[in-house]
């Protein structure tokens, strides 16, 4: 499950984005003080958002947000501001947010922006965490038994392939260098020539490409490597 941290002090608001985020498939955790706040993703490390009101009883949300990047972490953290507190952005920034949200805000607003901020955490390797799957188009890769399918169709991948399947779908819609793939796939020792890379990725490509001759899913980067992305 995808879980969000939600810290507002206002219940009507709170339920409010609870609901709107329960309906686009994320597990809301809620906290109405800051120290709950912290607390909570103790408890889950497995939140990658938090949303997080600035105007709070106690501690506010700009130093909610100074004490979770001082504990290391890396969470995409998004700031609910008041219209009047326009300023308020700069200091989020500042604190460490990624992002704010002013309020009154539209569900569509919130959920698109939790969206983006979650794909740029690396939501989909804690979804593969929680559940052993990645999945992307067509495809379905179970990263406890190392296994593809497309189209719910089983896939037989050597574990070379399965890595570099792996790689790409941690990494979809971004180049990644042929040197890039080698050090992530083969390890760094790896001294061998950079063909391998482009060797496995044909093989790769008559194994899951719709027409092998025109590659859709493994595109070329002319010159630099491949992506993943359709
Ligand atoms: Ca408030």
């Known amino acids: ?18 609901i709107n985020l329960k309906r686009s ?12 706040a912290l607390e909570e993703l103790k408890k889950n490390p497995d939140i990658r958002v938090a949303l997080l009101d600035v105007m709070l009883p106690d501690i506010d949300g700009f130093e909610v947000c100074r004490r979770i990047r001082a504990s290391g972490s890396k969470i995409g953290i998004i700031m609910l501001t008041a219209k009047s507190q326009e300023m308020d952005k700069v200091t989020g920034l500042m604190t460490g947010a990624d992002d704010y949200v002013t309020k009154p805000f539209s569900p569509a607003e919130l959920t698109a922006r939790i969206d983006a901020l979650y794909r740029r955490t690396g939501g989909s390797e804690q979804d ?18 190392r296994t593809l399918e497309k189209n719910g169709e089983r896939i037989r991948l050597t574990q070379i392939e399965y890595s570099i399947m792996k790689l790409f779908m941690d990494n979809a819609g971004k180049a990644l ?3 890039d793939i080698l050090n992530e796939v083969w390890g760094r020792n790896y001294f061998g020539e950079l063909k391998i890379v482009d060797v496995n990725i044909r ?8 027409d092998p001759t025109i590659p859709s899913y493994i595109t070329t980067v002319w010159g630099y490597g491949y992506k993943w992305g359709f």
């Open 1 to 18: 499950m995808k879980k969000v941290l939600i810290l507002e002090d206002e219940s009507s608001i709170r339920s409010f984005v609870v």
């Open 25 to 36: 498939g994320y597990e809301p955790v809620e906290a109405e003080t800051g120290e709950q």
């Open 128 to 145: 593969e965490a929680a559940n052993g799957e990645l999945v992307s188009g067509p495809f379905k890769l179970n990263t406890r038994n």
């Open 177 to 179: 260098s042929r040197e």
């Open 203 to 210: 093989r790769l490509r008559i194994k899951i490409e719709d």
